[in-house]
C-alpha cells in the first residue's frame, strides 16, 4: 500500500532530479512530478480511509498450539460423537485391530 512517507519520498526525488537537470523542459516536468507526488501524500492523508489502523495482535506459534478456551465445551461429549461418526472402537492403539472379522 503507497503510504503519505512513500509520497513524501518520491516528491523529494522528483525535486531534486528537478535541480540537477539543465534542460527548462525537463525540470519543469521533474517539477511538476513533484508536485503531483505532493498532491497525492496530502489526499492519502485527507482520506480517513487510508489512515494506518493499529496492528492486530500477533499470535504466536505457542498460543496456535493451545485450544481455545470455551466454558461451554465438553470434551467428552464431544469425543464420543466424534468416535460414533468415525465409526472407531475404544481399542487401544498398541493392540491390533481383532483379525477374526473376515479377512
Known sequence: MLTVEDCRRKAGEWLRAAKEVTDPNTS???RRLSD???????QIEQD????R??????????DLAEPRKTGNT????????????LQLSDFSMDEPPD???GS
Do not use: F, G, I, M
Request: proline letters at 8%; charged letters at 20%.
Open 28 to 30: 519543469a516536468s521533474s
Open 36 to 42: 503531483k507526488w505532493t498532491v497525492l501524500a496530502l
Open 48 to 51: 480517513p480511509y487510508s489512515r
Open 53 to 62: 489502523q493499529p496492528a492486530a495482535a500477533v499470535r504466536r506459534p505457542a
Open 74 to 85: 465438553n470434551t467428552v461429549h464431544v469425543a464420543d460423537v466424534l468416535r460414533e461418526r
Open 99 to 101: 483379525s477374526t472379522s
